[in-house]
Nanobody, 116 residues
């Protein structure tokens, strides 16, 4: 059974940085894409960044140039480096994995709060 556990969330002032980590365990599937979603308070969940097994990376426009997705150990760890954080980045951030059979796996999320 695949499990994803996020960590690294917290409270930060505008302009600050955080590094979110996602530990992937029990991986008995072939990974196609890793990603990070977020759900701001009172809003719908949105896709923030993706990284495919081919090394292709995508970001939503609002985080381009500020966030960086990366992975190591063949996808056992996935990261989201977030710089120059803004109040609009406040959300619960979720790590996701899509297998090569298009099955989705989700973590339980980590809260990021950006406020002065």
């Amino acid at each position: 059974q695949v499990q994803l556990v996020e960590s690294g969330g917290g409270f930060v002032q505008p302009g600050g940085s955080l590094l979110l980590s996602c530990a992937v365990s029990g991986r008995d599937v072939n990974v196609d894409t890793m990603g990070w979603y977020r759900q701001p308070p009172g809003k719908q969940r949105e896709l923030v960044a993706t990284l495919t097994k081919r090394g292709e990376v995508t970001y939503i426009d609002s985080v381009k140039g500020r966030f960086t997705i990366s992975a190591k150990n063949a996808g056992d760890m996935v990261y989201l480096r977030m710089n120059n954080l803004k109040p609009g980045d406040t959300a619960v951030y979720y790590c996701t994995l899509k297998s090569d059979t298009a099955k989705d796996y989700w973590g339980k999320g980590t809260l990021v709060t950006v406020s002065s």
